[in-house]
């Protein structure tokens, strides 16, 4: 099982930055990829951002060049740090965990992160 802890979000005005954070809890196998995806209200989920284990990353292509995500395998640490923010960047966001070993993805609870002026 994975617990996922979700931290950092909030209410910005346009330009400004926030920073999210993830951490993993995993039993007994190792995690292969985190990164985060959101859902703003009416819309389906989509992704943000990815950092596999190996340390390639991966990103929408709605934040690039703004958001960056970083972090630390062997913590199950993941860092998304989002500069430049628009007002559409407003949503819920989830980290997730992906486990290769059972194909499934591990879900947070989400944070809201809101931009407005």
């Known amino acids: 099982q994975v617990q996922l802890v979700e931290s950092g979000g909030g209410s910005v005005q346009p330009g400004g930055s926030l920073t999210l954070s993830c951490v993993a809890s995993?039993?007994?196998?190792?995690?292969?990829?985190m990164g985060w995806y959101r859902q703003a209200p009416g819309m389906q989920r989509e992704f943000v951002a990815s950092m596999h284990s190996s340390g390639s990353t991966n990103y929408a292509d709605s934040v690039k060049g703004r958001f960056s995500i970083t972090g630390d395998s062997a913590e199950n640490l993941v860092i998304l740090s989002m500069n430049s923010l628009r007002p559409e960047d407003t949503a819920v966001y989830f980290c997730y965990a992906y486990v290769f070993k059972y194909n499934v993805n591990y879900w947070g609870e989400g944070t809201p992160v809101t931009v407005s002026s």
């Open positions: 995993v039993s007994s196998f190792s995690i292969t990829a």
